[in-house]
C-alpha cells in the first residue's frame, strides 16, 4: 500500500459507481487507478476526487499495464478560484493536461510535483494567471529535459547575436537558429529578438519575480504563440485546453476594443 499527496488530473466515469482518476502523486509520479464506489453518495473518497484537488492518497500498486486500485483520497485543498474567474479554471485545466501529456507514467519526479502544485495554488489565489502559466510551462519544460535553446543556434551551437531585430525559432528543432542553419529547418517561426530574450528571462525567473520582467503587450502575445507552437511540438498534439484559452482571449481583446 502506497500514501503520497496528489493533485488530480483527470476523472472519467468508469461505471455507475466507480471512475478511473489519474493523479500525479509526489512519490510516485503519475498514475491511474480505479476508485470504487467513488461515485456512491457514501464512499471512502469523501468527493475528494475533483479534477485540480489536492489530497493525500492511499493506494495500491497493480502489476503492469494494469491498473493501481485506489482505496483513500482526503481532500487536502479543493481548486475554488473556477467559481470566480472561468480564466483561472481553465489555465488550472491547461495545467493538468500538459502534465497528463508530458509526464510518463510510474516516474517519480517530486520536484515536477512541487512546481505543479504550487502552480494550481497560485493559480487558486491572486497569481497573474498568464505569468503562472509561463513560469509554469518553462519551469516543467527544464525539469522533463525540453527546455528551449534560446540563446545559441541549435545547428552550430554559436552565440546568438544581439542586434538582430528578428531570430528564427524552430519548434521541432528545440530552439533558435541562426541564418546559415536555417536552410533545411522545417516550420520555422520569425519571431522578434524582445520575444525570445523575454522567454529565456522568464525560464530563469522565479513565481514572484516572473511578473516584474514586464514586456509589453505585444511581446507577452507572442511569447505566448511561440509557446503554444513549441508546448504542442513536444506534446504531440496542441492540447485541447490551449485553443479553449486562445480563444478566451480573443474575446477578451474583442470586448476592449
Ligand atoms: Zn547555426
Redesign the pocket.
Known sequence: MHKSDAIVLRVIDFSETSCVVTLLTREFGKITGLAKGARRKKNPFESALDLLAIVRLVFWPKAPRAMDLLTEAKLERRFRAGGKCLRRLYCAYYVAEIVGLLVEHNDPMPSVYDLTEETIRRLDGGCDPDWALFRFEMGLLNLLGHRPQLDA??????PRRGNALWVAFAPIGGGT??P??RVGQQHVLSVRTETIEFLNRIGQANFETAGELGPDPATVSEAREVLNHYVSHVAGREPRTQRFLKSMRTTQSTTRH
Open positions: 543556434c541549435i545547428g552550430c551551437g554559436r537558429v541562426c546559415a542553419c
